[in-house]
């Protein structure tokens, strides 16, 4: 499995830690930034990662920044992108149960590294439960559609 990571200077440190995480675990990290504590705009990165999981050059994605909340906002603007905000256990599980999320967001300035990685598990190890969470899923595809190219109709 290969697993696009982002971050901006608020989720650099903990970048690092899950990449090392990943590694052990036998999951490739591509890592698309940022690579130091310089201050960058979160939503490049957010494009980076969302962009490798749309264009399926990976499987998934992990996105960090301070809070997880701008990363969240931004890789959802990116179709076919459902991306979490992750903050315990329960939602790490759901994230994956009922939203089929493709990404999972994280706050550096939030989230220690150990709880980080046991999120990550239990979002890897959840299978997605389908039935009527599919017509969930395919009504935010519709969504999807009808604000193609930024127009809300
Ligand atoms: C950067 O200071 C901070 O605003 C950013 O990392 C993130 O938390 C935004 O949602």
Redesign the pocket.
């Known amino acids: 499995m290969k697993i696009a990571i982002g971050a901006?200077?608020?989720?650099f440190k903990l970048k690092e830690e899950i990449k090392k995480f990943l590694t052990v675990q036998g999951i490739e990290p591509l890592d698309l930034g940022t690579y130091s504590e310089n201050?960058v705009n979160?939503a490049e990165y957010a494009e980076k990662v969302a962009l490798a999981v749309a264009k399926k050059e990976t499987d998934r994605g992990i996105l960090i920044?301070?809070?997880?909340?701008?990363?969240s906002?931004a890789a959802n603007k990116v179709a076919g992108i459902r991306a979490a905000l992750v903050h315990s256990i329960y939602t790490a599980k759901m994230a994956s149960q009922h939203n089929k999320a493709n990404i999972i967001c994280f706050?550096?300035?939030v989230e220690s590294p150990e709880d980080a990685k046991g999120f990550i598990e239990i979002w890897l190890e959840t299978p997605y439960e389908g039935e009527r969470h599919q017509e969930r899923l395919s009504k935010i595809e519709e969504l999807e559609k009808k604000c193609k190219g930024g127009e809300n109709v």
Request: glycine content about 36%.
């Open positions: 901006d200077h608020a989720g201050s979160y920044c301070g809070t997880g909340i701008g990363m906002i706050g550096g300035r």
